[in-house]
């Protein structure tokens, strides 16, 4: 029985993952999400366990147990920091910046509203409901504060799953995260009342420190981060090994000590890390990086909705009454935020990208609640300062308001998306679509009538064969007007060039400074749809041209001219790479609307769409190289440093690639290669630490 106790939290893990994997397969053609799937399968063994089934395999009933009682910290300060950095670490910094306000209306003013309403919906069903009469403000305060925010774990993964625009994901992945902090520190607030923290004396001035503090832990300790990785440019298991550890690091100080919101931490820290340090790592590690939290999120995912169905299944007992006002409550939370997101969508429509009356009705209805809502209501279930009808009532609400968020919210927002036409593909994609997938079909046929031709093949059966061809795809009949496949080729257009901004970063031939702004300035064309012509780079072309100021002065001084050439040296030497890494990417951009054109991926009555591209590419080409002719005759001492710094770039970046070759063919080391690549990346570093190479 002993050894069943030690290795129960081992065998849970391994048979739910095993149960998690089995249970993905199976819902690949279901419409059930997979989340729901695991909380319902959680439900299932933790009722079997309960009603005594599973008393003839101890080690399986050990297991259950285990998580049955579960630590609500430990579900705290394992599976927490996981999914929120991920999620933040994950998010587009671009459309995070542009959605902040509206997440911040609803994760802020939204969540204390929905924390007044629900609480004093339970002082109403409390003198009504003879055995909720116990509840008084600062009972129904704390039970709205964790019931108020909507649960980052079980929206994102959803989000995922349904596949939703990446504006109005990021919307509802950045509301959810932050009014999630918002919801801890309020919980806090007052469930302090009944722990050893106690009452506070400035409620507000401590809910903007801890929200405000955990904001600036996290940013801190992201910049700590990142120059660490940064001075261990070579060391990539290092960089990986301190990335992961910073991350929990980040939410235990903020959380434990500090006192301040660990998950907006979380967030502040993922999110600079996500747009200083991506550039700061190799390729390699950001690969890893992506690979660990994915699988790591995945894992965490999976054990911890299992987890919140054990517990709902083995702990909660429950009454025809409190049924009644499960039923009650659950109605009401929807109604409260219905009335939240009412109030708030005038301004919420004119905020960042603006908000649709479609996309307000899934926010509605999207307000799941998962595990951090039950944790806090564990935490409540353990603390024997409050009465016990109020700790069982304030874990059977939770758990309800969960299963039914989750079972029935979250069972039919994909429909609900469908029918509002959310998740409808617009004609002109499916048009282009169309256009690759015939390609691709009458490719596969003529090479099949080529093997056939071929003596070596002769006793094969072509009839199975064909049956491998791809499916022959249907004309979609529906209007198309012109400009919606244009917008559409401008943005297939983008997506090719922010691929390459990436290879040519990492070639060497362009830095990390100008990638950014280039990728910023293809940001800004996304967030038109398409609409905006590609010679439409204003930032770009501002940036490269010189301030009215210093033109004035070159014309009056001959000495102020030299001056301008030393002075603004940093700005002339990103402002060619940024003309040199535009002109490489239109050039390849141009390739690309002329393989439109001859592989007919565009159909004949489209063709003029392709002209006015090429026009709009020709323009950023020729205004990218008149600057570049223009700083080389204005500003030869720059434009000759620009020059060399980007030959030195590229010099070292061809011999870390054959250093790599070197390894993969086994002519050096794994430790050879590793030295070799620490000795380049001092080398590399003097690129970016030298104020001069040309004296």
Request: aromatic residues 12%; hydrophobic residues 45%; charged residues 20%.
């Amino acid at each position: 029985m002993e050894t069943n106790n030690l290795l129960a939290p081992l065998f849970f893990v391994l048979i739910r993952l095993m149960g998690g994997a089995i249970l993905k397969f199976g819902l690949k053609k279901m419409p059930l999400p997979y989340t729901v799937g695991l909380f319902a399968f959680g439900l299932l063994i933790g009722t079997f366990d309960r009603i005594g089934w599973l008393e003839s395999i101890p080690i399986l009933k050990s297991s259950i147990d285990f998580a049955g009682n579960a630590n609500p910290d430990m579900i705290l300060y394992i599976f927490l920091p996981i999914l929120i950095f991920d999620a933040a670490y994950e998010l587009d910094v671009h459309i995070f910046r542009k959605t902040l306000t509206n997440a911040t209306i609803l994760s802020v003013p939204g969540v204390i509203i929905a924390m007044l309403l629900t609480a004093a919906l339970m002082i109403g069903i409390g003198t009504f409901a003879p055995s909720y009469e116990g509840w008084n403000w600062t009972f129904a305060l704390m039970f709205g504060a964790l019931i108020s925010a909507t649960d980052p774990v079980a929206i994102v993964a959803l989000l995922k799953e349904l596949g939703t625009s990446k504006r109005f994901s990021t919307l509802v992945d950045a509301e959810s995260m932050l009014n999630d902090g918002t919801g801890i520190v309020l919980f806090m607030l007052f469930f302090g009342a009944y722990t050893a923290t106690g009452v506070s004396d400035s409620p507000v001035a401590d809910f903007i420190m801890v929200v405000a503090g955990g904001a600036l832990v996290g940013t801190l300790l992201a910049y700590l981060c990142i120059q660490f990785i940064t001075n261990v440019n070579g060391d990539e298991m290092l960089q990986n090994s301190v990335m992961i550890l910073s991350a929990y690091m980040t939410f235990v100080i903020a959380q434990n000590y500090l006192e301040v919101s660990g998950v907006i931490a979380l967030v502040g820290f993922g999110l600079t890390v996500s747009y200083m340090g991506r550039l700061r790592l190799k390729p390699q590690v950001n690969k890893f990086m992506r690979q660990f939290w994915e699988l790591a999120a995945h894992i965490a995912n999976t054990l911890i909705f299992i987890i919140v169905g054990v517990v709902i299944a083995l702990k909660v007992d429950f009454s025809w009454m409190d049924l009644l006002i499960l039923i009650c409550v659950y109605v009401g939370i929807n109604i409260i935020r219905i009335l939240i997101i009412t109030i708030f969508y005038p301004i919420m429509k004119r905020s960042g990208y603006g908000l649709s009356v479609r996309e307000s009705t899934i926010l509605s209805w999207g307000g799941l609640r998962g595990a951090l809502g039950l944790t806090m209501a564990l935490m409540v279930s353990y603390t024997f300062s409050i009465p016990e009808p109020i700790r069982r009532q304030v874990l059977f609400l939770t758990a309800g308001i969960v299963t039914l968020t989750l079972t029935i919210n979250a069972t039919t927002i994909g429909w609900l998306l469908k029918k509002l036409g959310l998740a409808e593909i617009p004609s002109s994609k499916l048009l282009l679509d169309y256009s690759v997938k015939k390609q691709l079909y009458e490719g596969s046929e003529k090479y099949l009538k080529d093997l056939k031709q071929k003596e070596a093949l002769e006793a094969t059966d072509w009839s199975i064969v064909e049956q491998f061809l791809p499916q022959k795809e249907i004309y979609p009949e529906m209007p198309v007007r012109t400009k919606d496949v244009m917008a559409d080729i401008r943005l297939r257009i983008l997506d090719r060039e922010r691929s390459l901004y990436w290879s040519l970063y990492t070639n060497g031939v362009i830095s990390s400074g100008t990638q950014r702004r280039l990728n910023a300035a293809i940001d800004e064309q996304y967030d038109r749809d398409g609409k905006k012509p590609l010679c439409d780079r204003g930032d770009i072309f501002e940036f490269c041209e010189e301030p009215s100021w210093i033109i004035s002065m070159k014309f009056f001084s001959r000495f102020f001219q030299k001056w301008a050439d030393i002075y603004y040296q940093d700005r002339i030497i990103l402002g060619y790479d940024l003309a040199r890494g535009l002109i490489i990417a239109q050039k390849e951009s141009l390739k690309l609307v002329n393989e439109f054109g001859s592989s007919e991926t565009v159909s004949t009555e489209y063709e003029s769409c392709l002209s006015l591209l090429q026009v709009e590419i020709r323009k950023n080409i020729t205004r990218a190289s008149n600057f570049i002719t223009k700083i080389s005759i204005d500003y030869p001492k720059s434009y000759k440093e620009a020059v060399t710094r980007k030959s030195v770039r590229m010099l070292l970046s061809n011999e870390k690639k054959r250093i790599e070759q070197f390894k993969e063919q086994g002519l050096i080391s794994q430790e050879e290669a590793e030295q070799m690549v620490n000795e380049l990346g001092e080398r590399h570093n003097k690129v970016f630490t030298s104020y001069q190479f040309l004296k």
